[in-house]
Structure formats: structure tokens, C-alpha cells
């Protein structure tokens, strides 16, 4: 079965650092995986997915994913930290024409 | 703008009560999904539904109830069968059944029984 796995359930960095959010994803075959950002009490806003287009993906606010299949992994990355940036984010993989299954979360706090 | 709506943003139950959660999407999204949200567990799948008045059982579908008689809504009831309401649920809803379709979420209905 697909599945992912964040590692670390909180990060924090200080305003202008590099965000380095950890995802590893399990399957079989290359699946379709995306970075969701939730702020409290919102529903989650999609800020990228890759699928197999490219393995560098650029996401929105300044976000990106590299997808590498040899380490399993589809880590995101800003090279600036913004104290607008402090939310929880997952990491999901969209299984076979099924539901997205989604990691347990990372919150980001960013200190100034 | 297209989008979901979740109502309400709030809601309190009492013991032994069924509540409704509303979702209804004017993005003309074939596929809808209630989600469960709870501290540090991530997001778990509770019901999906690909077309209408048809609906699929998630991880965690004992103790809820869905419907699906028009494409734009997907109600989720809790009913008193459940025993832990309390959670953040989230409605979603996705072009189709295909991998590469991401989720287009609403904003949530908090549940706390009182």
C-alpha cells in the first residue's frame, strides 16, 4: 500500500533560514505526491504535486519539492523563512484511482 | 469563485445526539470525501463518493453516515453511535478518481460534545 511518512511533527527556524520539511513516501510504483499548508483552524491549501512532469516542482509562495526516486523522497524546501509561513504542513500520495492518503503533519513555527 | 463550503464552522453536540455536517461544491467535482482531523494523527479518510447516490466506506466510517443525491453536496451525519466525536472534519471534493487530481478542501467544521 502507498503511504508517507514525515519526519519530525515540528520544525522551527528562524525568519530569513532555509525550511527543510522531510517527506518519505512508500509504493511500488512512481505515485503522484503533494505538499498541502494548513493555517489553524482552515482547511488545507494545496502548494504543489508532482506527476512525473519534472522532478523539481515549483509550488506556491515560493515553495518547491524535489522527487527522488532513489531515496524515496519528496522533501520541501524555501530557501527563506517568513513568519507568514508558520503553519502545518502534509505531505499525501494519491493512491491507484483512490483517496490521497496523507502523512501526520509537520507545524512550522518561524521565529523572528 | 468555485470553491466548498463547510457549514457550520462550529458545532456542538450533545450526548446521544446525530448532527449533520454540511459540504456542498460548485466546482462540478465528481469525486467528494469527509476527512477527520485530530492533534498529531493527520488526516483519516471516513467516507468517499465518486458519482451520486453512490459511496464508498473509509478507514473510519463506524458511527457515520453520507449521502450523495446531488453531484454539488455530500452531508456527513455523526450519530450517537460514535463515540469519540469531538475533531476538526474536513469536506473535500477532486475532479475525478485519477492519481494525478489533488483536493480542493473546504474550511472545516470543528465538533465538540458538551
Known amino acids: 500500500a502507498q503511504s508517507v511518512t514525515q519526519l519530525g511533527s515540528h520544525v522551527s527556524v528562524s525568519e530569513g533560514a532555509l525550511v527543510l520539511l522531510r517527506c518519505n513516501y512508500s509504493?511500488?510504483?512512481?505515485?503522484?505526491l503533494f505538499w498541502y499548508v494548513q493555517y489553524p483552524n482552515q482547511g488545507l491549501q494545496l502548494l504543489l504535486k508532482?506527476?512525473?512532469?519534472?522532478?523539481l516542482v515549483k509550488g506556491i509562495n515560493g515553495f518547491e519539492a524535489e522527487f527522488k526516486k532513489s531515496e524515496t523522497s519528496f522533501h520541501l524546501t524555501k530557501p527563506s523563512a517568513h513568519m507568514s509561513d508558520a503553519a502545518e504542513y502534509f505531505c499525501?500520495?494519491?493512491?491507484?484511482?483512490?483517496?490521497?492518503?496523507f502523512g501526520a503533519g509537520t507545524r512550522l513555527t518561524v521565529k523572528p | 469563485d468555485g470553491g466548498i463550503t463547510q457549514s457550520p464552522k462550529y458545532l456542538f453536540r450533545k450526548e446521544g445526539q446525530n448532527v449533520t455536517l454540511s459540504c456542498e461544491q460548485n466546482?462540478?467535482?465528481?469525486?467528494m470525501y469527509w476527512y477527520r482531523q485530530d492533534p498529531g494523527q493527520g488526516l483519516r479518510l471516513i467516507y468517499y463518493?465518486?458519482?451520486?447516490?453512490?459511496?464508498q466506506k473509509g478507514d473510519i466510517a463506524e458511527g457515520y453516515s453520507v449521502s450523495r443525491e446531488k453531484k454539488e453536496s455530500f452531508p456527513l451525519t455523526v450519530t450517537s453511535a460514535q463515540k469519540n466525536p469531538t475533531a476538526f472534519y474536513l469536506c473535500?471534493?477532486?475532479?475525478?478518481?485519477?492519481?494525478?487530481?489533488?483536493?480542493?478542501f473546504g474550511s472545516g467544521t470543528r465538533l465538540t460534545v458538551v
Open positions: 473535500a471534493s477532486s475532479l475525478g478518481m485519477g492519481s494525478n487530481y489533488g483536493y480542493t
Open positions: 509504493s511500488s510504483v512512481p505515485p503522484y
Open positions: 508532482y506527476t512525473s512532469a519534472a522532478t
Open positions: 499525501a500520495v494519491r493512491r491507484n484511482n483512490n483517496d490521497m492518503r
Open positions: 466546482l462540478n467535482h465528481d469525486a
Open positions: 463518493s465518486q458519482i451520486v447516490n453512490d459511496f
